[in-house]
């Protein structure tokens, strides 16, 4: 969490030792960087973290035998459980957004197009979802956090190493077939949603072939959602499966 | 079993990932018994009580709590269940009050009762000066008091204290003996694992012995004693006893085994067959004289002992 500040703080540190000319151009909409950046690939990272963390923990410090020794559903503590990390995902975004506003506000002044305000938070939260999930899912199966995290953590930065390798090949051999392949990886939706969203809301394109994290182009949206909902929904049945029919271990000894 | 059955362990088995094998394990605790759970350490004892719970799926047998499946009815179960885990592991950051009151929410006690079982059950672990303090604070013994707190909030029937002697010091383990000695004059059913065999003695009505993953025995500790090979008739004679007393003895049927120690003789009798009246009788119609005639029995740490050594020699 503080390395997002930090990311947020210093972005605008940055953007503000950058020439004038260079920033009059978006800084009317210059909080809308604060809430792009950690979306290529700090949010994804904190979302599996916080995924695979969730339930491993519970096993791990034995406290997992307490709730299930209460009069509680199963479902409902799965439930509770993932909620609850996702809350805390929300609360991380929603503060960092409010900063990337507020200090942008205070840097360069008034800032347009504030009314997307809560569309960038919920494309923010709606793409960190399918690594959310793969923690989770990685948390369940493997049952130790730190495990699940790099596990979990692996599975992204493979996704995002094949796609920018897949989309620089396709750019140098002109092989369109590689760019429609990447759109099955599950860091393709997640990391280009947001800035998507948000560049289309703004009038401006960022949507470079080959080049990570710029986007995914507006006519790919329901495509990304897609994605992201299969992603998610596969890897929450994972969690819940492997919670709802394997025994409650105990805390390692 | 006479009483109204609250927990069945019908031939239990559970096979874990690693080959690693428990069962077959069969129990049956009436409604309202102490119920010891005895067995070295890897003997199935907590694999059986998390059974129990719900905790664990069974790979073989049946497990019914008040007739119903915990493995598939989890809620159900756990709310007539207070349990207490061999390593009690609850957020350190939260203080014994808060953890109660968690409980008691969990359990839809709410508002003033809430406030007066708090209370209650602060009183009952003697932990009424330490609300406010944080468990990660607690010393082994208070965070014990505290797991059998938590487990007794609403006052459920069935009890599962898992080890709850475990790590305490003498001082600790008589307030936790005086809670299970309370709860047991309340009539309230109790399974509790001990490798503390003097405690699971004191406290119990039937025990089940678990080694190498199975039940060894099950039945009431007055008949484990009594019938134990280890229960000894031990007589005092008026006149030193010779090798004519002691022939005579084994013609009796029922004595194993005739030993002297100076003036006593010590006999290993078969309880089934009870002929402690045939020794006495011919004891005194060969003269040498009866000053005194009891049985001696053995402590259930004896009996188990003994069970293992058999077990381990097949």
């Known amino acids: ?253 | 079993m006479s009483k109204n059955p609250v927990v069945v362990v019908d031939s239990f088995t559970k096979v874990y990932g690693d080959g690693t094998r428990i069962g077959p394990i069969t129990l049956h605790v009436g409604e309202g018994e102490v119920y010891g759970l005895v067995g070295p350490n890897g003997s199935g004892k907590t694999t059986t009580l998390r059974a129990i719970l719900g905790l664990l799926k069974p790979s073989g047998g049946k497990v019914s709590v008040y007739g119903l499946n915990p493995y598939s009815h989890p809620e159900k179960v756990n709310q007539k269940i207070g349990y207490s885990p061999e390593i009690p592991n609850y957020p350190p950051f939260f203080t014994a009050e808060k953890l109660l009151r968690v409980t008691c929410n969990m359990k839809k006690i709410i508002g003033k009762d809430a406030d007066n079982e708090v209370r209650r059950i602060l009183d009952l672990t003697g932990l009424v000066n330490h609300a406010d303090r944080k468990i990660g604070n607690f010393s082994k013994g208070m965070v014990q008091r505290l797991s059998i707190g938590q487990a007794l909030v609403g006052d459920p029937p069935l009890l599962i204290l898992d080890e709850p002697m475990l790590g305490v010091d003498p001082v600790g383990r008589a307030h936790i003996r005086d809670v299970l000695l309370q709860l047991r004059k309340q009539g309230k059913t109790i399974i509790f694992s001990s490798h503390e065999l003097y405690e699971v003695q004191r406290l119990s009505d039937r025990v089940a012995m678990v080694y190498m993953g199975k039940t060894v025995f099950e039945d009431m500790v007055m008949n484990i004693l009594n019938n134990s090979p280890e229960t000894k008739v031990v007589a005092e004679l008026v006149s030193e006893p010779d090798g004519k007393l002691a022939k005579a003895l084994e013609e009796i049927s029922g004595v194993l085994e005739v030993a002297f120690e100076a003036n006593k003789v010590v006999i290993s009798v078969d309880s089934s067959l009870d002929p402690r009246e045939k020794i006495a009788e011919k004891i005194v119609n060969l003269g040498y004289g009866l000053r005194e005639f009891r049985i001696s029995q053995p402590s259930l740490e004896e009996v188990f002992i003994n069970r293992v050594k058999e077990s381990v020699s097949g």
């Open chain 1, 1 to 253: 969490m503080a390395i997002t500040f930090l990311l947020e703080l210093g972005l605008y540190l940055v953007l503000t030792r950058l020439p004038p000319q260079f920033i009059e151009t978006f800084s009317g909409a210059a909080w809308t960087l604060g809430i792009i950046a950690p979306s290529a690939g700090l949010l994804h990272v904190l979302a599996l973290t916080i995924g695979s963390s969730t339930s491993a923990e519970e096993y791990e410090l034995g406290t997992a035998d307490y709730w299930m020794t209460r009069p509680l559903k199963r479902s409902s503590y799965f439930l509770g459980k993932t909620v609850g990390g996702l809350v805390l995902l929300f609360l991380i975004v929603f503060t960092y957004s409010i900063l990337s506003l507020s200090v942008s506000w205070y840097v360069f002044g008034p800032q347009s197009k504030v009314e997307i305000f809560p569309i960038a938070l919920a494309a923010s939260i709606a793409s960190a979802a399918p690594f959310y999930a793969i923690g989770l899912a990685f948390g369940e199966l493997l049952r130790r956090s730190m495990m699940s995290t790099i596990v979990a953590g692996a599975v992204f930065f493979a996704s995002v190493l094949v796609e920018t390798y897949a989309n620089f090949v396709a750019l140098i051999a002109g092989d369109l077939t590689l760019r429609e392949v990447v759109r099955f990886l599950p860091s393709w939706a997640s990391t280009g949603l947001t800035p998507t969203i948000l560049t289309d809301a703004l009038g401006l394109s960022l949507n470079t072939p080959g080049a990570p994290f710029t986007g995914l182009g507006a006519e790919n949206l329901w495509l990304a959602a897609a994605s992201i909902f299969i992603y998610s929904t596969v890897f929450f049945l994972i969690a819940w499966l492997r919670f709802r029919h394997s025994d409650v271990t105990r805390r390692a000894l």
